[in-house]
């Protein structure tokens, strides 16, 4: 049985800083493609970025030079590194693997 948890979220302030994190078990993240999405309240959700099996990365536009995705395979854990963040960022973040989803982790941006 897969299951993914994410951790990490919170409160920022606006041009701060936070990792979220998303230990997998039951599937093995190297050799898969690794996501990440979020929906803010209102909203679809949306995709954010992912990591292929490879290390290739990509990203959403509005993401892009602030966040990066990253993987330890030693810890079966996924990253998702977010810098500068902005009022807009807030949502609630999902990961997603081989088809399963995480609960997510809330993520607010707030002054």
């Known amino acids: 049985q897969v299951q993914l948890v994410e951790s990490g979220g919170g409160l920022v302030q606006p041009g701060g800083s936070l990792r979220l994190s998303c230990a997998a078990s039951?599937?093995?993240?190297?050799?898969?493609?690794m996501s990440w999405y979020r929906q803010a309240p209102g909203i679809e959700r949306e995709f954010v970025a992912l990591?292929?099996?490879?290390?290739?990365?990509k990203y959403a536009d509005s993401v892009k030079g602030r966040f990066t995705i990253s993987r330890d395979n030693a810890k079966n854990t996924a990253y998702l590194q977010m810098n500068n963040v902005k009022l807009e960022d807030t949502a609630v973040y999902y990961c997603?693997?081989?088809?399963?989803w995480g609960k997510g982790t809330l993520v607010t941006v707030s002054s």
């Open positions: 997603s693997c081989g088809g399963s």
């Open positions: 039951g599937i093995i993240l190297s050799i898969n493609t």
């Open positions: 990591i292929n099996w490879g290390g290739g990365t």
